[in-house]
């Protein structure tokens, strides 16, 4: 197997390895690293929206050697190599101290999406920045694991909305090019493929790697030559297509990973599938074993005992389900591999709806372990899944629950990291997960916290005025739109982010519930308010898209125009801008659907304080000081935003504008160190930690894996 990074001819030698940094995502999460290829070029760092590749591509050959004669940023330079180096062959790590006899133990990770950089368009939303977050942990925590995905050629759409407030869906061919992915190679020169059967046809996928920190993130492409022109498209886009599109796409990520897996010369001990996309990875684990000439029971139990499945979501449409027939059309005659009859086989994902076949339940059944992800969606889980064990109690459904939590060194703003090196510790990355070490959030000076945030909030107002005014220039849009976009935002006034997607358990609209309240606590001279919206709908979900038509209608309105903004085409860069620059995170999920919003641990961690219903994680994250909890024990909409409107009014709004003498909101800022001395265990070493030691097990032999299941 052969991969090479490309040369960048005009790079000085003094300069030589800036491409082998590119090329290591790991640059993305280390403060030194980003400011380093923010100095080399500030305006082309902006216009590339933080994609050194393209901005190597783009410098000039003059430029760029001028700037290998500045000895400050050459300083930075070799403080980055030396850090990258010492990264990437440690001395030790979490997991070789924790676990020194498990050098050869592996986990594979399966995803169908993963949110690295906004460079990689590959993701559409929680699951894939989750996957993103992972991949970045595993790597920081040492723990041996190679993960499996796609390469979208055209990635997940680009939004625009129309003056109506119509959702836009820009396709935009990725270029693989200017990201930094690099396909495999044979050794003499050929492309890597895999290769599988989908139906009639033998489908062929290419393989793209990504280089995590330490952590290999390999993603299968069907778009070459040698496939059909069906087949070519497959893999177009995340989430596009009808069913059998969609069945095709999770054959290839199942059978087609696991090849990929043997094709590099992996034997994962454990196999964490995160939703049932992957599932079929199971049942290639179990056609391998039985044509070892084991017993359908024998491989069966060792199947299960390998994987872990990590169910995402409660929300019915997240859950995977084809007809018999498709599973038959695009799998024929599977169970003859697995020595079964076709009933046996498709009992293996039978859904009790007679006839169809749950890529969940698939999973469920080959897996010996199963989380979901918060404490109060493990409840729901196993409410909703509880049918498929008839004979266990409630309490007894075996499936457990891991929070989900972010990987903090990528969600802190930059501005605000040497701070916390300052006050929680030179070594709070190590220590992060550790809530004492976060008690020393309350030494930060006020003042120093409150300048640092209203810097981002200013950083946040300029980069949305900045998008609405390129709106305006490039695509002429009419005036109303400028505003929506948030082009009148206002620095001073209590700033709230609600982003997510549009779906609609999400219920962005909820805050419009009444709209004559609203406009009075918006528009309070004294003390304003503005909501900034991010967020796309999926292409299908038309309900989705008319609640962010209402949205943005709402944003353009004479009466709550220049108080209310969307940003288009919501990304992982327009989070990280949103979640340390606005004042509160709102959140209004229809409990108990959202699973764990990981944003608002994001907003958190900055110091950003939390106004949600008790869902998801904020269920176990709101600790009385460190935010507000909407009460939604109703199911009457309108009761939820009156009491939101309640809370804004009467305590959100006027703690905000409490000042002292020098300007200084002082109890407002005790709520924002609470966030971010409460947010330890919402980080992704705490999680991951949890999975290793919980669930991955890396000391346990096969048979004791198998003997426990
Ligand atoms: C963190 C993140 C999400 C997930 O957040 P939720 O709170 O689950 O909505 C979705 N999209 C992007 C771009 C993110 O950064």
Same mark, same amino acid.
Request: proline share 7%; no cysteine; glycine share 10%.
């Given at each position: 197997m052969k991969v090479e990074i490309p040369t960048?001819?005009?790079?000085p030698k003094r300069f030589g390895r800036l491409g082998e940094l590119a090329y290591n995502l790991w640059w993305s999460w280390n403060a030194e690293a980003r400011s380093l290829f923010r100095e080399i070029d500030r305006t082309l760092w902006r216009r590339t929206h933080h994609n050194p590749i393209q901005m190597l591509k783009l410098m000039s050959p003059e430029v760029l050697a001028e700037r290998a004669e500045q000895t400050q940023l050459m300083e930075l330079y070799d403080l980055v190599l030396a850090q990258f180096d010492q990264y990437m062959a440690p001395q030790e790590t979490w997991f070789s101290r924790t676990y020194p006899d498990c050098s050869d133990w592996q986990l594979a990770y399966f995803c169908a999406e993963f949110g690295v950089h906004s460079s990689l368009p590959i993701y559409s939303g929680g699951l894939g920045l989750l996957a993103g977050d992972t991949c970045k942990e595993a790597s920081d925590l040492g723990i041996p694991m190679v993960a499996i995905g796609f390469l979208y050629p055209q990635g997940y759409f680009h939004q625009h909305v129309g003056v109506d407030g119509q959702q836009e869906a820009v396709n935009e061919r990725l270029n693989a090019f200017d990201t930094p992915v690099l396909p495999l190679y044979h050794e003499n020169g050929e492309r890597l493929l895999v290769s599988m059967q989908i139906g009639t046809q033998e489908v062929k996928a290419a393989i793209w790697k990504v280089q995590v920190g330490r952590v290999p993130t390999y993603l299968m492409e069907t778009d070459i030559l040698e496939n059909e022109p069906a087949i070519r498209n497959l893999s177009a886009q995340l989430y596009g297509g009808d069913q059998r599109m969609r069945l095709q796409q999770e054959i290839l990520l199942g059978i087609g990973g696991v090849r990929v897996l043997r094709a590099l010369g992996y034997s994962p001990s454990l196999a964490h599938l995160n939703e049932g996309h992957a599932a079929f990875a199971g049942l290639e684990f179990l056609r391998e074993k039985i044509q070892q000439g084991k017993s359908f029971e024998q491989a069966f139990s060792e199947v299960r005992s390998q994987m872990l499945f990590t169910t995402h979501t409660p929300v019915n449409a997240g859950h995977d389900v084809f007809s018999f027939s498709l599973i038959e059309e695009y799998l024929p005659g599977f169970w003859n591999r697995l020595g079964l009859s076709r009933e046996e086989f498709l009992n293996l994902g039978a859904s009790p709806e007679p006839g169809f076949f749950s890529m969940t339940i698939l999973a469920f059944r080959l897996s010996a372990q199963t989380n979901a992800v918060s404490r109060r969606h493990g409840e729901t889980t196993r409410t909703m899944w509880h049918f498929l064990w008839p004979h266990k109690s409630l309490d007894e459904v075996p499936i457990d629950s891991v929070t989900n939590g972010v990987h903090a060194p990528s969600w802190i703003a930059l501005e605000l990291l040497p701070e916390i090196a300052r006050y929680v510790g030179a070594d709070w990355v190590e220590n992060q997960d550790s809530t004492e070490i976060w008690n020393r959030v309350l030494e930060i000076p006020d003042d120093v916290l409150w300048a640092i945030h209203f810097l981002l909030k200013n950083k946040l107002l300029s980069f949305v005025r900045e998008r609405a005014r390129r709106r305006w220039v490039? %695509?002429?849009?009419?005036a109303s739109q400028v505003v929506a976009l948030g082009g009148l935002l206002n620095p001073h006034a209590l700033t709230i982010g609600f982003a997510r997607r549009f779906a609609t358990y999400k219920r962005a609209t909820l805050v419009l519930q009444d709209r004559e309240r609203l406009k009075r606590i918006l528009q309070n001279p004294w003390m304003p308010v503005q909501i900034i919206f991010a967020g796309k709908a999926h292409p299908a979900d038309e309900p989705g898209k008319l609640y962010l038509q209402q949205i943005y209608q709402a944003c353009s309105s004479p009466e709550l125009g220049g108080h209310l903004a969307f940003i288009e085409d919501y990304d992982k860069q327009v989070a990280y801008r949103m979640v340390c620059g606005v004042d509160v995170w709102l959140n209004t999920p229809r409990p108990p659907l959202e699973a764990s919003g990981t944003s608002g641990q994001k907003a958190a961690f900055n110091g950003v304080p939390n106004l949600s219903?008790?869902? #998801?994680?904020w269920a176990e #994250?709101? !600790? #009385? !000081? !460190?935010g507000w909890t909407i009460e &939604? %024990? &109703? %199911? %009457?909409d309108r009761a939820v935003a009156e009491n939101l409107y309640d809370l804004l009014e009467y305590e959100i709004v006027p703690l905000f504008y409490k000042r002292d003498a020098g300007g200084i909101p002082r109890d407002w800022v005790r709520v924002m160190k609470e966030a971010m001395r409460s $947010? $330890?265990?919402?980080s992704a070493r705490r999680m991951l930690k949890e999975y290793v030691d919980r669930f991955y097990r890396p000391k346990r032999t096969l048979e004791e894996v198998v003997q426990e299941s």
């Open positions: 960048f001819p005009y790079l490039e %695509d002429r849009i009419a219903v008790s869902d #998801g994680w #994250g709101y !600790n #009385g !000081n !460190n &939604s %024990d &109703s %199911d %009457d $947010a $330890a265990p919402f």
